[in-house]
């Protein structure tokens, strides 16, 4: 599902925010072990493969992780 509007500057200050809190390392990029404590904290159960099946899904450049824009896209479709 696109949204319709723009994210807000209030909109993505609380996505850096959510951002940040699972990015432990403070590497600027959500690890698996940081992606799959963030899907635990929304309340899902996982089963094998869908942690890394996310990162792949979200990871447009393709180097493992999710960057802020990334997750940013993501984020701001839910």
């Known amino acids: 599902m696109d949204r319709a509007e ?7 200050g609380e996505i850096a925010e959510i951002f940040s809190h699972f990015d432990t390392n403070r590497n600027q990029r959500i690890e698996v072990s940081e992606f799959r404590n963030l899907l635990l904290a929304l309340g899902g159960e996982l089963i094998d493969g869908e942690v890394e099946a996310g990162i792949e899904a979200l990871d447009t450049n393709r180097n ?7 997750f940013l896209v993501w984020w701001g479709e839910r």
């Open 6 to 12: 723009p994210l807000t500057e209030e909109e993505i």
């Open 64 to 70: 493992g992780t999710i960057e802020f824009d990334e």
